[in-house]
């Protein structure tokens, strides 16, 4: 399996503040990356993902994630947060190839925003 | 739609007890997936399938035994359950295409709490 590694457990911040959280994956072929959200008590959704072509992906709710390849990164981002954007944020990888479906999870980040 | 759906949302056991935990889709996807969360440790896969009648082991599965007799079920089985089992356990599906992309984008239930005593 694959290492996922999220630099920050949990991020505290105000509304309207930007948002970027770190991810570091370990393998070093090609990968599929995926950002998963989970707001309270509900379950994962998927936030946007990177398959190929352009490294700059955009996904639901003003989130974006940017590929790159020599960091081994895929951070997320997001210029001014709500409040609504409390939740927890799981980076995931698979290896690329259609027959690696199996996602690796990072430990999450706890986001918390306060009005 | 409903999609992935789990039952029961909550439970508690007993060291020893058994239990069998529920998940159906309703989207024919071919692959289905039981996770563990943790706090601190995201989510572990446990045990997986990639088709009607074929279970296959994931990163966890000691303590854990699966059965996909249907094609839109997966059910997850503790024989004997132990404290170390306490956790959220989810489950997700996905599709399987001819793409082949499409199998890595999991689709998932909102959870089952588990709390052995």
């Known amino acids: 399996a694959q290492s996922v590694s999220q630099h920050n457990h949990h991020v505290i911040l105000s509304e309207a503040a930007s948002l970027e959280l770190g991810c570091n994956y370990s393998y070093g072929g090609t990968v599929n990356l995926f950002w998963y959200v989970q707001y309270p008590g509900q379950h994962l959704q998927l936030l946007l993902k990177y398959f190929s072509g352009d490294p700059l992906v955009k996904g639901i709710k003003g989130f974006e994630a940017e590929f790159i390849k020599s960091k081994f990164s895929f951070n997320l981002r997001k210029p001014s947060v709500q409040w609504s954007d409390t939740a927890e944020y799981f980076c995931?990888?698979?290896?690329?190839?259609?027959?690696?479906?199996?996602?690796?999870f990072g430990a999450g980040t706890t986001v918390t925003v306060r009005a | 739609n409903a999609g992935v759906t789990q039952t029961p949302k909550f439970r508690v056991l007993k060291t020893g007890q058994s239990m069998t935990l529920l998940c159906a889709q309703d989207?024919?996807?071919?692959?289905m997936y039981w996770y563990r969360q943790d706090p601190g440790m995201g989510l572990r896969l446990i045990h997986y399938?990639?088709?009607?009648?074929?279970?296959a082991k994931g990163e966890v599965p000691d303590g854990y035994n699966v059965s996909r007799l249907k094609k839109q079920n997966f059910l997850l089985g503790l024989e004997s359950a132990a404290p170390s089992q306490t956790s959220v356990y989810f489950c997700a599906s996905s599709y399987s295409s001819s793409g082949g992309l499409a199998k890595n984008i999991q689709y998932f239930g909102a959870g089952t709490r588990l709390s052995v005593l």
């Open positions: 399938s990639v088709g009607e009648g074929t279970t």
């Open positions: 995931a990888v698979t290896s690329g190839g259609s027959n690696d479906y199996k996602l690796s």
């Open positions: 989207m024919n996807h071919e692959y």
